[in-house]
């Protein structure tokens, strides 16, 4: 049995310590699961601020690629005259007056010969003899030399209707010869692969990692791109073209700025662009259909906004590494001219800002970086590359409490490991209870064999006397009348010792079922001790023993009179096994009331009862002898029949050694009337 046990606690504890793992396994996997949907989280809130972002920028382009090539210029001519007005009236810019408009800043027209005009040239107060807004112009001014400074220089004109850019981010040309056609811009790849690759390196050395690692993806946004979007043609009256032109003929360069600017080298000017020849009508004759709807209406081309990136200027402010101008090729018949703006970074990232403060969920907060600029790079969670083709911006999401996950994975490991150590308390207690109850069957199967023997001997005993007296007075072998008495009395007593075995094993039969009755009435127990002292008197003397009674005062009370009678008798028949060897074989039995018991004590002067064994005793089947050197006769029920009886009056029952040798049982019962 003890084999079985020991093979199902191998598999019980086999089975916990495998839960065990499995268990810190799954926390393993629950962090990194965790930590992967956070990184969901920031890729998604990502990709939210990229698309408002776009949405922004589309919008901004929208309207600016929609803008009227006039709004470049200082004034212009309104095409629609109200009914009885003789000719069209000449208006300022809607763009004059201040230089950044949204996105956009210090809007700006280049001619084929070079010249800069803008919106906000102060002619008009030039000639009215008015001073100027200082800072309007100084702001102005610096606008304009940024542009010859800077811008001029990346533009060269190689025919008519032909410009070249030097950027990175656009289609074109991939090698280092001019682009032709009419008005199309192409790319220097060579300064674009260098410009590409340095800001890859910066946007690595802020995440620490790859620009397409895991936790920093590329996002782009081609708002500012000229993919998808379409060249506007436009149809306009001839009177209308050459009133602009004139208007703005005097809305040169100030004088002062010409000063200024005329100090400036401007590389390669564009040059100026080559008419288109005349038609002469044929025959001399009137001007053909054709024509003369030519000669009425102009036809206006203008291609969509292309990014320019200068490195140049204040380069190390810049987010991009450089300045982002937005350039379109506007064409009217043969004259060619840029228009376009710088765009306003700050602007931007005021934009990129506000759409990530809207977008951010909790627990989150961000940075906006360049590239190389950004510190603290351990703590980004997630690198989002705003890449808008000419350049990137790195919004660096991060954790508000970066360490909430090892946070709630400490407190889910707290509690695992609470719960794995109660399992473990509990299988082991249930291990140990095991091995105890099997100890403990295995015990009782034990006890319950020698009780077996312990049966099967005193009923033989008992059984062979009587057959023997009955078969020697059968055939008439005792031929004198007082051996025959002796013979019958012998015959009486061994059948009341039967009697009383088979009573004992049948009330603790009733006993364990709980099928035991009790008759309580109300009575003397003196009565009822003195009885069992006359019947059990007899057998004491066989065996030299003196049984002698002190009887206390003993007021009536209700007790079971079968119950109390076995109490008396086996603890007379106990006495009388184990004190057979003493000097003094006499045994006194008294009585009397300690409220709110009664007390029956039986002294003995035998061996006594070891400690150990005073409450091992009154278990069932127990012995203190072992059943095959053992020379008491018994069952092992009698005093543990004592107890159960003592415990149905409500009572107890308890040892005492006396000395020089010798014990006292005591058994208290319940006196109160029931």
């Not at 919106?119 to 107060?125: I, K, L, N, R």
């Not at 100027?132 to 800077?150: C, H, M, Q, T």
Request: glycine share 8%; proline share 5%.
């Amino acid at each position: 049995m003890y084999k079985r046990l020991i093979i199902l606690s191998v598999i019980i504890l086999g089975a916990v310590c495998g839960l065990v793992w499995l268990g810190y396994h799954s926390i393993r996997i629950r962090a990194q699961g965790m930590e992967g949907t956070r990184l969901g989280e920031f890729a998604a809130v990502a990709e939210q601020v990229r698309q408002d972002v776009k949405r922004k920028l589309d919008e901004f382009m929208q309207t600016e690629q929609s803008r009227a090539y006039t709004d470049y210029q200082y004034y212009y001519v309104a095409e629609n005259v109200a009914p009885g007005q003789q000719a069209a009236p000449v208006l300022r810019s809607p763009l004059g007056g201040r230089l950044d408009h949204g996105l956009a800043y210090g809007n700006f027209q280049i001619e084929p010969d070079g010249t800069i005009t803008t919106p906000t040239d102060q002619s008009e107060q030039r000639q009215a003899g008015a001073s100027p807004d200082s800072g309007l112009k100084d702001e102005f001014l610096a606008n304009r030399f940024n542009i010859v400074n800077n811008l001029l220089p990346a533009l060269n004109g190689t025919a008519p209707g032909s410009l070249r850019m030097n950027l990175y981010g656009l289609g074109g040309s991939s090698s280092d010869t001019p682009v032709q056609g009419s008005g199309q811009l192409g790319l220097a790849r060579p300064m674009a692969d260098k410009l590409n690759q340095d800001q890859d390196q910066e946007v690595a050395d802020i995440t620490g990692k790859a620009p397409q690692s895991q936790r920093a993806k590329n996002f782009p946004i081609e708002s500012l791109q000229s993919k998808g979007q379409k060249t506007q043609v436009l149809e306009q009256r001839r009177s209308v073209v050459e009133r602009n032109i004139a208007s703005n003929a005097d809305a040169e360069q100030p004088q002062a700025i010409q000063q200024e600017a005329a100090q400036v080298v401007v590389p390669s000017p564009l040059p100026p662009a080559v008419q288109a020849p005349q038609t002469a009508p044929q025959d001399g004759g009137a001007p053909a259909p054709a024509e003369r709807r030519q000669a009425e209406t102009v036809q206006v081309r203008i291609e969509p906004f292309v990014p320019l990136l200068i490195p140049a200027g204040q380069a190390s402010q810049s987010i991009f590494g450089g300045q982002v101008f937005l350039l379109r090729h506007v064409q009217i018949e043969d004259k060619h001219f840029l228009q376009g703006f710088q765009l306003n970074e700050k602007r931007l990232i005021e934009e990129v800002e506000e759409s990530a403060s809207r977008l951010m969920r909790k627990g989150m907060s961000f940075e906006l970086a360049r590239a190389g600029l950004a510190a603290g790079k351990s703590d980004v969670a997630y690198a989002a590359i705003l890449d808008f083709g000419f350049g990137e911006l790195v919004l660096n999401l991060k954790e508000v409490d970066p360490h909430w996950i090892g946070k709630q994975i400490s407190h889910l490991r707290l509690w695992y490991f609470s719960t794995v150590a109660v399992v473990l308390i509990a299988v082991t207690l249930g291990l140990v209870s095991l091995w105890f109850n099997a100890a403990a069957q295995i015990r009782l199967a034990r006890k319950k064999d020698d009780f077996i023997s312990a049966v099967s001997h005193e009923l033989r005993t008992p059984l062979t006397t009587i057959r023997m007296y009955a078969e020697m007075l059968e055939k008439k072998w005792v031929k004198s009348q007082d051996k025959a008495t002796e013979y019958y009395r012998n015959m009486r007593q061994e059948s009341e010792r039967l009697s009383r075995l088979v009573e004992n094993v049948l009330d603790f039969s009733r006993i364990q079922r709980g099928r035991k009755k009790y008759a309580f009435s109300v009575g003397n127990i003196n009565e009822c001790v003195t009885r069992v002292v006359e019947m059990m008197a007899p057998y004491a003397a066989e065996r030299g023993f003196l049984v002698r009674t002190e009887p206390g005062e003993l007021a009536p009370s209700a007790f079971d009179n079968d119950a109390v009678t076995q109490i008396v008798v086996n603890l007379l028949d106990n006495a009388i096994k184990y004190a057979r060897d003493a000097e003094d074989k006499t045994i006194i039995i008294r009585t009397r009331r300690d409220d709110p018991y009664i007390l029956i004590e039986l002294e003995d002067h035998g061996p006594g009862v070891p400690a150990r064994q005073r409450e091992k005793i009154f278990d069932a089947f127990y012995r203190a002898e072992a059943e095959a050197t053992r020379e008491t006769t018994g069952t092992g029920l009698g005093l543990a029949l004592v107890k159960k009886f003592v415990e149905a009056h409500n009572g107890f029952v308890e040892i005492i050694n006396v000395r020089p040798s010798g014990a006292i049982f005591r058994v208290g019962l319940d006196a109160r009337i029931r």
